[in-house]
């Protein structure tokens, strides 16, 4: 093939393409639509369920743009576009808290979508959401009966107390026992006279606005006369137990207390029954921990030294249970497809997350702490000995000890290999020339552009990466096949 020299607007044009070329090997072009990533969300969960009103979360990464519309789709014909609202938790995360109030019971598809500031659509993340009907049974309990015992004819006070924990008491039923009853809103304070002596058992429960009944709890009265002998020994009387905290959840310790009198002053020891199988003797105050939610019957009575014993005291305690964290994966990282960089996050809907652990599918793990809700720890990093895809794992701990299931990514390892020596190809090279003002012979390879770094011989190749190429004896203007050694 005959050498042909290459005109000089040909060079300058090649010249600018290289610089152009340089640019983008730096990593600092603006942001333009040709090169905005778009955006993903990450998840989408639920906080909360009260009644019919849902209050959901969702999670998104956006890492250059900016957002312009959060799209939310709940499933029962409502869409809902955002246009603000959200917060950024992290480097390129952001979240968002909405609520919806559907109109019936049942399982609905939320639908996320988002939109970022050059109009690219995310993947749309879809969550079921379950909204039924929950109601918890009321619980009662007697604060005070004074005086117990009583005289026939004397006015005793009774007082108990209605809690609903998923709403609220409307009616109180007393039944003194003697074949007299009473109920009706807020009555929980009530007075009853006993016309003759006797032992009488009193009961009491409560109705909540969802028409739901408490159990019964119950306490003996006992009426006697002055003018009667009295025994020897009288057995002793609790006329109060409370427990804190009012609303316990599972695992929390429970403080009970009870409050006894023995009319002959003597020693009480108390026997507690904690109505989960558990049965204890010890002081007036103990400390139990419930395993399981539910509502829960606890009896206790007191001792004396001489071995009378009270009737038992009953009341209810309402345990909550324990739900369990969310895990999220909030941004995974990597410049050289080795060394990677993770950052999560969790949620706890009755507490907070205090801890996480991350399994790298290497068997490397790592713990750590976290300082609440929805708020990432440091980016952490993690590099990789061998190449392949890793299955990476994070979960996250509340502050009941209960543990989140596993949110997972995957990650492409490459881990280049060590090259002692090499032999580059035979390449087809033209378009020779020199370029304008530089005074390097501009070349054309396998598609790629390559120019002399100065008179040696030596060129430069611009392709993903730069490498040197030594060509044997080159012209200065010449089409044909060359054997080349690559240098490092």
């Not at 190449?387 to 701990?397: A, D, L, M």
């Not at 552009?449 to 010449?478: D, G, H, M, Q």
Request: one cysteine or more; charged letters at 25%.
């Amino acid at each position: 093939m005959r050498a042909t020299k290459i005109p000089a607007v040909l060079a300058i044009l090649t010249l600018t393409l290289l610089t152009m070329t340089v640019s983008a090997d730096t990593g600092c072009p603006a942001v333009d639509s040709s090169t905005d990533q778009p955006p993903r969300v990450i998840e989408i969960s639920v906080y909360r369920i009260s009644g019919k009103t849902v209050e959901l979360i969702g999670v998104v990464e956006d890492p250059d743009s900016g957002l312009r519309k959060w799209i939310w789709d709940f499933g029962d014909g409502t869409v809902v576009n955002k246009t603000g609202g959200w917060s950024k938790i992290g480097d390129s995360t952001y979240k968002m808290v909405v609520q919806h109030t559907y109109s019936d019971y049942r399982t609905y598809w939320v639908k996320l979508k988002v939109i970022d500031d050059w109009l690219k659509e995310s993947n749309v993340e879809t969550v079921p959401v379950n909204v039924k009907k929950s109601n918890y049974k009321p619980v009662v309990r007697l604060i005070e009966i004074t005086p117990n015992p009583a005289q026939p004819g004397e006015k005793i006070t009774f007082v108990a107390e209605g809690i609903d924990p998923d709403g609220h008491v409307v009616t109180y039923y007393w039944d003194f026992g003697d074949g007299k009853k009473t109920n009706g809103a807020n009555l929980t304070r009530v007075m009853h006279t006993y016309s003759k002596e006797g032992t009488y058992v009193l009961k009491v429960k409560v109705k909540d606005d969802k028409g739901t009944y408490s159990d019964v709890v119950t306490r003996e009265i006992y009426i006697r006369s002055e003018s009667k002998p009295k025994p020897k020994n009288k057995p002793p009387l609790i006329s109060s137990v409370d427990f804190t905290p009012r609303e316990p959840s599972v695992g929390t310790p429970v403080v009970f207390r009870a409050t006894a009198l023995d009319p002959d002053g003597d020693r009480i020891a108390f026997e507690w029954k904690f109505g989960d199988g558990t049965i204890k003797s010890g002081g007036a105050k103990i400390t139990h921990i419930y395993r399981k939610e539910g509502a829960f019957t606890v009896k206790v009575r007191a001792i004396d030294q001489k071995g009378a014993s009270s009737p038992f005291y009953t009341l209810s305690v309402a345990v909550k249970g324990n739900k369990p964290p969310q895990a999220t994966i909030v941004g995974v990282r990597t410049f050289d497809n080795v060394t990677f960089l993770f950052q999560g996050m969790g949620i706890d809907p009755d507490g907070q997350v205090v801890a996480y652990q991350w399994d790298f599918g290497d068997g490397e793990k790592v713990n750590g702490s976290l300082e609440g809700n929805s708020i990432p720890h440091k980016f952490l990093n993690h590099t990789y000995e061998r190449s392949g895809n890793y299955t990476v794992k994070f979960r996250v701990r509340d502050d009941k000890g209960a543990w989140s299931l596993w949110a997972t990514t995957r990650v492409t390892v490459l881990v280049p290999s060590k090259v002692n020596s090499a032999t580059l190809g035979t390449f087809d090279f033209s378009n020779v020339g020199i370029a304008v003002g530089v005074g390097a012979i501009i070349v054309s390879v396998a598609g790629y552009l390559a120019y002399r770094e100065s008179k040696s011989s030596t060129f430069i190749e611009r392709s993903k990466r730069n490498r040197k190429i030594v060509v044997r004896r080159p012209p200065r203007s010449a089409s044909g096949v060359y054997r080349n050694t690559p240098r490092n």
